[in-house]
Each structure stands twice: as structure tokens, then as C-alpha cells.
């Protein structure tokens, strides 16, 4: 079963960083957009993006997360390569929420951030994805 279990973490793993990578990408496009027809287009994009992939691939990832530790507790919850991955989900979930705001900024026409901005922002998600997969394979706490 956990190899199961484990597969299909990976694959929504996948799908949420795709979607987290794509997201902000789109938020550097709409903010450059100068036309009303783009500009409708990219709220559209962006919200079914967020809702119908990057939501339910983060669900998911947590909750198969969740899953693959439940099987052997005593062992996760005592690596530290284990603690700090779980602190960047943490922090990528935080980054998921942010994209939600500035998603909602943006599709009410009040948002103030530049494509410069968006554009540094897309960036951060392949940080944590680094040293998240570094800390999966290769524990270097353990």
C-alpha cells in the first residue's frame, strides 16, 4: 500500500507545483496587459488554475502527506530532514494563499504589485521545491 500511497503523492506533488510555477507566471502577464479582453482572459486563466488544479493538487499532497507519515509516525516525526520538510509545506501552503490573494487583487482591479514584482514572486516556489526534494532523498539530517 505505501507504495501506492506514495505514487500518487508524488503525482499531486507534481500537479501543485505545476500549477504554483504557471500561477504567478499568469499574475506577470495579466499586470502587463493593457487591453480589457486580455485582461478578462487572465482572470479567467488564473481562477480555474487556482480552483481546479492548484486547490485540490495542494489537498491532495497534504492529505497523502499526511497518509504516507500516519504509517510509520514514530520514525517521521523523529527526522529532521522530516520536521524541515514538513516547515516548508507549510510555508509553500502560505505561498498557495498568497497566490490567492494577489489572484483576487488582481481580478477586482486593485492590485498595486508590478510584473516585477510577480516576476521575483514565481520564483520563490523553486526554492522550496530544491530543498524540499534534497531533504527527501538525500536526508542529510538523518
Same mark, same amino acid.
Given at each position: 500500500?505505501?507504495?501506492?500511497?506514495?505514487?500518487?503523492? *508524488?503525482?499531486? !506533488?507534481?500537479?501543485? $507545483?505545476? #500549477? *504554483?510555477? /504557471?500561477?504567478?507566471?499568469?499574475? !506577470?502577464?495579466?499586470?502587463?496587459?493593457? &487591453?480589457? +479582453?486580455?485582461?478578462?482572459?487572465?482572470?479567467?486563466?488564473?481562477?480555474?488554475?487556482?480552483?481546479?488544479? #492548484?486547490?485540490?493538487?495542494?489537498?491532495? =499532497? !497534504?492529505?497523502?502527506? @499526511?497518509?504516507?507519515?500516519?504509517?510509520? %509516525?514514530? /520514525?517521521?516525526?523523529?527526522?529532521?530532514? $522530516?520536521?524541515?520538510?514538513?516547515?516548508?509545506? #507549510?510555508?509553500?501552503?502560505?505561498?498557495?494563499?498568497?497566490?490567492?490573494? /494577489?489572484?483576487?487583487?488582481?481580478?477586482? &482591479?486593485?492590485? =498595486?504589485? =508590478?510584473?516585477?514584482?510577480?516576476? @521575483?514572486?514565481?520564483?520563490?516556489?523553486?526554492?522550496?521545491? !530544491?530543498?524540499? +526534494?534534497?531533504?527527501?532523498? @538525500?536526508? %542529510?539530517?538523518?
Amino acid at each position: 500500500m505505501y507504495e501506492w500511497v506514495l505514487a500518487f503523492h *508524488l503525482i499531486a !506533488v507534481i500537479c501543485w $507545483f505545476a #500549477a *504554483l510555477f /504557471y500561477l504567478p507566471r499568469l499574475f !506577470v502577464y495579466h499586470s502587463m496587459a493593457d &487591453d480589457s +479582453v486580455s485582461i478578462e482572459r487572465f482572470k479567467i486563466m488564473q481562477s480555474k488554475l487556482y480552483n481546479g488544479i #492548484a486547490t485540490p493538487s495542494m489537498i491532495a =499532497t !497534504v492529505g497523502l502527506g @499526511v497518509w504516507l507519515g500516519s504509517m510509520a %509516525p514514530d /520514525y517521521y516525526l523523529s527526522q529532521l530532514w $522530516f520536521q524541515l520538510k514538513a516547515a516548508i509545506v #507549510a510555508v509553500l501552503i502560505g505561498y498557495h494563499f498568497a497566490c490567492a490573494h /494577489y489572484m483576487k487583487q488582481l481580478r477586482d &482591479d486593485r492590485s =498595486t504589485k =508590478t510584473h516585477i514584482f510577480f516576476r @521575483v514572486f514565481n520564483e520563490i516556489p523553486v526554492l522550496f521545491l !530544491v530543498a524540499a +526534494v534534497i531533504l527527501v532523498i @538525500v536526508k %542529510p539530517f538523518a
